[in-house]
Structure formats: structure tokens, C-alpha cells
């Protein structure tokens, strides 16, 4: 048993007065009741309220490891959703964990303002997009603050604020210099309900629109595309770059998304008087050493460019497109052919027929009856000599040139719509299109004082702001029309946050140096995809640009669940209808009228009336209370199906909680000084306080790793209400005079601050009043609140647990003293091994061949041993 009172210990006296002159609750009787009903949480709430989020860490202070820490942030709908309080009351807990570990914490908050949501709005209120953003984005800032989350509003923006989107148009423009912003002829996607061109990522599998659900169309277009495929094989290595940590199944999803970058994609010239055509035809081949002598293209019969009007039939049937393809490293015009006796690449409907290296193609030529010489690469070294070639002229003539799949094409950007960051090009009869000169950003949007003819707004409709000078020969010009897709804005947003003030650039690469990577993202699935593309690729090119410290952005991500709600439909009309119109008759759901109704847990939408607004679980509820039934029971990660049926335990929790502070101090306080001081009596007080010293780190250890490592906030608040099961086990004795209980009690309050700290600031009012206090000023600052104080440490004394493995097999166990666990290396961790005897009976004239040791100061370890296997 260890006796923890034999240390040196100092009393520590105390008036009732309240330290750091605040008047806090505990000055009332509130401290003496038994129940902290929600009247008096709201109370301390409002007590609390401007306290909680004064301690602003210090950025620029080099002395502290940053943790930079970011939740999506929000189109300004104008109402928090359940989604909202979800993830940000995850980002808050955590950014307060991480304050309390001593880290300059980076926690901002922003708005994604720029859409097509904001001009539907306008359009039907007859208002500018911009008044609607405005008043959404007021209303949205209220709301967060009165769940008093620990934002850092002095880094606050807006995308539609012309002092951030001179920086989107000014990346634009380093794009544009690297030739990786471009502007070409191309079937684009067509969404005719909300008017405008989508990306390919903006399409599902049954060609519909990802916003408005509408059946996309194909119309040609003069459009703007980003060059993502420059970057498609480093941002597929990336995503086994070391730093990412907790990606999961988004690793597979983004690969997925990538595709291999096994071939290479061309722009190709297309002749044709056609005028439904394009210019150029992309295709892609696994086959670039043959590229020469490529001989054919074919077309799918489901192609847009399949049009009857523009084909002929040769001899053998097959039929011939009026167009023809020039082959850049040959000059050689090639046939397009419409057939469907050809492979064709994964995800392409066109095939560059090459019969030297295909045997399909072999036999498609020989049915068509083009001729062609038979040619072979003689070595390895020529091989990769002639794919390098091929890359090389394609990145010199500006046509491809980079590794790729067969799936991902180019980013298109241009958007026909008003509400977007203009696209900084000036388009002249004499030099074509021209940079905006930098020093003219940004391109401010006009005002729109009237709708255009088909109730859409347009730039175009912005005649005077159309007109303009060329930048290079001074004549008459005109504007770029279209703005730029939203997910520019939000592809390097998490970068301006670092320095949001800066009005000469971007951000300063001194500060992003010291801040970058984003440490924690945390965001909903549905962007695991496309946002993260995007956002990837501007970092990856801002790397390569020296711009960054690193190319991967995000370090570690937490995926949050979706919020789902019963959703009731009547079954013979298909009416959604709200909750309170439903009833149960037996096992089955029937309006009030009679009719059977149909119950399933969907997300939670307006339309389908089974949201939960948040404020009103507020006013039910108080901040804290909400913050932990929101966090509890389902971990983050996991879709939640609403039910308030939890918060019965969560209240009673903090019940325990209260009443375990409150006894504290009750008892505490009567004692005299000498009853104090005086030896314990109780035969059960060192078995007490033993278990006061391992239920503190035990429970300690747990909270911190599933915070940390397993993302777990739900297990951490089971974790926790362990520890309160742990104080109320002991005898009054122990906590009376136990130093060891005190420690637990401490350890209990700090660790539930980033939860509720509300609740823990007040709880902590009263711990550090109390009378007679045996805890140590090295552990805790008195005369600080516990949002000041720092994040506990596990003793030294108490025993981690090693892990051995052996060939990759757990092997055994091994409980160590932190104190010897944090001095260990890998040779005298070999060393601890080998003295147990079942490791000596296992490995008896076996040799070790390496070994691996992984551990952290006040963590478990790992010891992987590799041995030589058995004959």
C-alpha cells in the first residue's frame, strides 16, 4: 500500500473570501444546495460567461508548442443546426484541452459566404446577396456566442469581404503565372435549375447536381480550369506522408478519388468545321513511350461527340467521325472512329489507339484498314527514357505532361453566376486574356441594383463594370464574367486564418512557418472528398512555391457524425409533418386524423420537420449541460440519432460532481486546524488513499488518451463519471485528510473544464476556498481559475503498461513505474524484457534481429522485437 501522507506537506488556509476579487455563486447559498438544478447552472453561466474565454494564448510566443485547431467553417444559412453544436462544441473542447496543456492554441472562426444559396435568397426576397450574407452572418455570430465557445473573433472574416477575396484572386493569378490556370472550349456539366456550370466533382453517379438534385446537361462552353492533375501523383504520395495521423477510411476515399497516376493526359488538337465541337480532345493513355505512333482515336458510341449528323461509314461498317485529331509528337492527323470494339480507359469514353503496343488496337486497325509499321522498345532504359521525353514536350507545349489516372480531370472553376470571387482576367481583341495587374485587386463585385431578364443575377448585366482597359495595350477591353466555385475560397482559407490582418499578401510565411500545418480538422464527411481535394492541391502548390513549411495541410482529422431526426411521413400522401402531430396507437404511428404514418431516422432538414433547434435546448437545459449530452454516449465519429433520453444520467452526473465538491468543502471547513493535523483513525484511510492515488491516474491516463489518440469524447466522459464513482467509494477519513483524495478531486474538476467550463469553473470557486488544502502548489495555482490551470500529470510512481510484441504478435504485458517508462530507450527497454523469465523460456537460442521502441512522457509504450523464426 502506499501511504501517500508520509510526503512533506503544506497546509493551506483559506477565508471564504472569493480570490481574484470575482463575485462568484459560491459567495451564496447555492454552494450549500444539494441539487444544481438547471435555474442555478444558468446562473453560474451568466456568472461565468465574459470570464471563461479571457485567456487568450500568447501565438507569437516561440517559448509554447502551437496547436492550431479548426472546425469547417460555416455557410452564414442564418441558424445554428444540431450539425453546428456538434462539431463545434468538439472544437471547443478540444481547444480548451489543449490550452490547458500548455499549447498557444489557434481556434478561429469564419464564414463561407459565397454562393448560390445567398443569390436563391436574393432572387426570391428581391434583396442583394450581400444584405441577406450580412444578416445571416450576425445572426449565425449571436448564436455561437451564446454557446460562449472559445472562438479568437479577432480572426474573423468573410470570403465575400473584398479584403479576402483580393487574396483568392491574387491566387488565382500565381496559378494563372505557372500556367496552371487556363481557359479552353469544353462539354461542361450543366445544372439548368440553378443555371451554372458544375465541376466533375459536383456530379453524382446518376449525373444529377449535388445541390439542386437536377439531371445535369453537357453544353459546350469557353470555361476556366484549375491544372489539379499537375499535382494528381503528389497528392496520392502525400497521402502517405508521416504526418498524417487519424485519417482512416478519408485515406482510401481521396486515393479513390486520385485514382493511380499510371498514364499520362494530352490535350489534343481536334480539326473540324463543326461548330458544336471543341477545340481540343483530353485523352489519356497508359501508353506514352508509344505515343508517336499512335494511329487512330476511338470514341464511344455514348460520347457527347456521337452526333449522326457529323459521322460517315467507312467499308466495313464502322463508323468515322467528320473531324480529325492532330497527333503533337508525330504531326500526323489521325481518324476518329465511333465504335464499341475497343476498351475503353476506366472513367473515359475516348481511346488514342496505338496497335504497336495494344493487340485490341492491333485488330481494331486491321478491320478499319489503316496501315501501320511495327515498333518495339528494345530495354528498360529506353523505355523510360522515351516516357520522359513525352512528359517532358507535353509540360513544354503546355498540353499535360504529368502523371495521372484515368479518372480525375482538371478543376473547372467558372461559375455564371453573381454572388462569387470575379475571376481576375481581362479578355482584349489584340492580347487575348490578360492577368488583372495585382496592384488593381481586388476586382470588387458591382452593386446589383436589379435582376437580369431571366430573374438570374449576372455580371453580365454589369455593363459599365464590364468595360475596362487591357493592362498590356491600353485599348478597349472587357471583364471576366464568371466568379470562381466556392471551393476556391475555401481551398486556402485555413492559411489567412494564420495572418488575417496582412493587406500586402496572402499571409505571412514567417507566421505560417510557425503555425502550419493545421494540428486538428475537424469537419463532416460529405467534404472528406471535394473540400479536401481542393484544399490539398492549393497546398500542395503553395509548397512547391516555398510558400509553406510542408505540403499535406491538415495534420489529423475528426470526422464528426451527422445529427439524424425522427422523420414522420404520412404514408398515403407522403407529407412530412412534425413530431407533435404524431401519435402511437400500439406499434404503430398514426396522425391525429387516423392515418398510418412511417417512422426513419434521417438527417435533420427544415423541409422534413425533424430538426431540434439548439437554442432551445439552451434555454431547457443551460450551456453545459447541452455541451456534455451533445458529446456523450456516441462517440464523435459516429452518426447520432438525436434523443434527449440521456441527459436524465448527464444531470445526475453533475449532481455527483457537485455534491462531491460540496462535501468536500462542508467537511473541510468544521474541522479546526488541530483536528486537521491530527493522525487518521479509520483502518481502512491507506487503503483509501492507495486507491484515491490509483483511481486519479488510472482514470487520468484514460480521459487524456481518448482525447488525444482515439478521438473518443464520449468514452472520456465515461472515463470521468469513473472517477466520480471512485471519490464517493472512499470514508469520510480519507476525505477529511487525505491529500491523495484532494489530487483525485482536482484532477476531477480540470479534466471536466474543456467539457463544461461553466460548471468546472465554479466547481473549482469552491474546491480552492475550502479551508484546509494539503494539495501542492507545484500540482495547482490557487489563486488561478481552472481554466488557467495546467492539464494534470501522471505520478511517477504509477505504473504504465508496456507492451512487447514479438514478430509482430502481442507477447506479454509489462506494468512500469513512469519514472523508469520515460528514461527507457530501446536497448534498456530489450534490457527490462529479457530479465522476465517467460521472455527467457520463449527465446531460448533465438537472436534478436531489431528492435523498435515507441513511447511518450506520461503515455504507455510499445516494444517491437523482431526475432529470428524457428527452423
Not at 452593386?447 to 482597359?469: E, F
Not at 472528406?528 to 502548390?541: D, G, M, P, T
Not at 482529422?557 to 407522403?574: A, F, R
Amino acid at each position: 500500500m502506499i501511504q501517500r501522507l508520509t510526503h512533506p506537506v503544506k497546509i493551506i488556509c483559506k477565508s471564504r473570501r472569493f480570490l481574484n476579487n470575482f463575485t462568484q455563486l459560491s459567495t451564496t447559498d447555492t454552494s450549500l444546495v444539494s441539487v444544481c438544478t438547471p435555474e442555478i447552472k444558468k446562473r453560474i453561466e451568466k456568472s461565468w460567461g465574459d470570464k471563461i474565454n479571457v485567456y487568450k494564448p500568447n501565438v507569437d510566443d516561440d517559448a509554447k508548442d502551437k496547436f492550431y485547431i479548426l472546425s469547417m467553417f460555416p455557410y452564414p444559412s442564418g441558424a445554428l443546426h444540431m450539425g453546428h453544436v456538434r462539431v463545434y462544441t468538439i472544437s471547443d473542447t478540444v481547444a480548451r484541452f489543449y490550452t490547458l496543456k500548455g499549447k498557444n492554441v489557434i481556434h478561429p472562426m469564419g464564414w463561407d459566404a459565397f454562393g448560390l444559396p445567398a443569390e436563391n435568397a436574393a432572387i426570391e426576397r428581391e434583396i442583394s446577396p450581400a444584405v441577406w450574407t450580412d444578416e445571416n452572418i450576425k445572426t449565425m455570430r449571436n448564436q455561437l456566442k451564446m454557446l460562449n465557445y472559445s472562438f479568437d473573433w479577432d480572426r474573423e472574416f468573410a470570403t465575400c469581404d473584398p479584403n479576402y477575396y483580393k487574396w483568392t484572386q491574387d491566387l488565382f493569378l500565381k496559378l494563372f503565372d505557372k500556367g496552371l490556370a487556363y481557359q479552353k472550349e469544353a462539354y461542361v456539366n450543366w445544372d439548368p435549375v440553378d443555371q451554372t456550370v458544375l465541376a466533375e466533382e459536383q456530379i453524382d453517379i446518376n449525373q444529377r447536381s449535388w445541390r439542386s438534385g437536377a439531371r445535369v446537361e453537357k453544353k459546350l462552353l469557353k470555361q476556366w480550369f484549375i491544372r489539379t492533375t499537375t499535382f494528381a501523383k503528389s497528392l496520392w504520395d502525400g497521402l502517405d506522408d508521416p504526418i498524417l495521423k487519424e485519417w482512416r477510411d478519408i485515406i482510401k476515399l481521396q486515393k479513390h478519388w486520385i485514382g493511380d497516376c499510371n498514364g499520362i493526359s494530352i490535350d489534343f488538337k481536334l480539326i473540324s468545321t463543326i461548330p458544336e465541337f471543341p477545340r481540343t480532345l483530353n485523352i489519356w493513355t497508359d501508353m506514352p513511350e508509344f505515343m508517336e505512333y499512335a494511329k487512330f482515336v476511338a470514341i464511344s458510341p455514348q460520347s457527347i461527340l456521337h452526333n449522326e449528323k457529323y459521322t460517315h461509314e467507312i467499308d466495313t461498317g464502322i463508323k468515322c467521325l467528320n473531324a480529325k485529331v492532330i497527333n503533337p509528337f508525330s504531326d500526323e492527323e489521325l481518324p476518329v472512329f465511333i465504335t464499341d470494339k475497343v476498351v475503353y480507359p476506366p472513367w473515359r469514353d475516348i481511346r488514342l489507339g496505338i496497335p504497336s503496343a495494344s493487340m485490341d488496337d492491333l485488330k481494331f486497325s486491321e478491320l478499319v484498314g489503316i496501315p501501320f509499321t511495327r515498333h518495339s522498345i528494345r530495354s528498360h532504359e529506353q523505355q523510360q527514357q522515351k516516357i520522359f521525353e513525352v512528359f517532358r514536350k507535353a509540360r513544354e507545349w503546355g498540353i499535360g505532361g504529368y502523371p495521372v489516372s484515368s479518372r480525375l480531370q482538371d478543376w473547372l472553376i467558372s461559375r455564371q453566376r453573381y454572388w462569387g470571387t470575379p475571376i481576375p482576367i481581362i479578355h482584349c481583341t489584340n492580347c487575348g486574356a490578360q492577368p488583372v495587374p495585382r496592384d488593381q485587386l481586388p476586382v470588387t463585385l458591382p452593386k446589383m441594383v436589379h435582376l437580369g431578364s431571366n430573374k438570374r443575377l449576372s455580371l453580365y448585366d454589369a455593363k459599365d463594370w464590364l468595360q475596362t482597359s487591357c493592362p498590356k495595350c491600353k485599348e478597349k477591353a472587357t471583364r471576366e464574367a464568371d466568379t470562381m466555385d466556392t471551393f476556391v475560397d475555401s481551398s486556402w482559407y485555413f492559411l489567412r486564418f494564420i495572418d488575417p490582418k496582412n493587406t500586402k499578401k496572402m499571409f505571412s510565411t514567417e507566421k505560417v512557418k510557425k503555425a502550419f500545418p493545421v494540428d486538428l480538422y475537424i469537419g463532416g464527411k460529405e467534404h472528406a472528398v471535394l473540400h479536401l481535394y481542393f484544399a490539398r492541391f492549393i497546398s500542395h502548390f503553395l509548397y512547391s512555391e516555398d510558400l509553406l513549411p510542408c505540403r499535406e495541410p491538415f495534420r489529423q482529422l475528426l470526422v464528426q457524425g451527422v445529427v439524424m431526426g425522427k422523420t414522420y411521413q404520412v404514408t398515403s400522401t407522403g407529407k412530412y409533418i412534425p413530431e407533435n402531430e404524431v401519435k402511437m396507437e400500439g406499434n404503430q404511428y398514426m396522425t391525429k386524423h387516423g392515418e398510418h404514418v412511417s417512422m426513419r431516422w434521417e438527417k435533420m432538414s427544415k423541409s422534413k420537420h425533424n430538426g431540434v433547434d439548439p437554442i432551445n435546448l439552451l434555454n431547457k437545459y443551460g450551456i453545459d449541460t447541452t455541451r456534455l449530452l451533445i458529446l456523450a454516449d456516441v462517440a464523435p465519429t459516429s452518426t447520432r440519432n438525436w434523443s434527449e433520453d440521456t441527459v436524465k444520467g448527464i444531470i445526475n452526473w453533475q449532481n455527483r460532481i457537485w455534491n462531491c465538491v460540496k462535501r468536500f468543502k462542508i467537511e473541510r471547513d468544521k474541522m479546526t486546524l488541530d483536528e486537521f493535523k491530527s493522525d487518521p483513525t479509520d483502518p481502512k484511510f491507506t487503503e483509501h488513499d492507495a486507491y484515491m492515488f490509483d483511481s486519479r491516474n488510472y482514470f487520468l491516463k484514460n480521459v487524456t488518451f481518448n482525447i488525444v489518440e482515439s478521438q473518443q469524447l464520449s468514452v472520456a466522459i465515461s472515463r470521468m463519471q469513473g472517477l466520480t464513482n471512485s471519490l464517493r467509494k472512499v470514508g469520510v477519513e480519507c476525505l477529511k485528510k487525505s491529500r491523495e483524495y484532494e489530487r483525485a478531486l482536482a484532477v476531477q474538476i480540470i479534466m471536466l473544464a474543456p467539457f463544461a467550463p461553466h460548471f468546472a469553473s465554479e466547481l473549482w470557486t469552491i474546491f480552492r476556498s475550502v479551508k484546509h488544502l494539503l494539495i501542492s502548489n507545484t500540482e495547482v495555482d490557487l489563486n488561478k481559475d481552472v481554466l488557467e490551470q495546467k492539464w494534470p500529470d501522471i505520478d511517477m510512481d504509477y505504473k504504465l503498461v508496456m507492451n512487447i510484441f514479438v514478430n509482430k504478435r502481442e507477447f506479454i504485458k509489462m506494468k512500469i513505474p513512469r519514472r523508469t517508462l520515460d528514461e527507457m530507450t530501446a536497448d534498456t527497454a530489450l534490457e527490462y524484457v529479457i530479465l522476465n523469465p517467460y521472455y527467457q523460456k520463449y527465446s531460448y537460442n533465438k537472436n534478436v534481429v531489431a528492435v523498435n521502441f515507441q513511447s511518450e512522457k506520461g503515455c504507455d509504450a510499445s516494444l517491437y522485437i523482431t526475432m529470428e523464426k524457428e527452423d
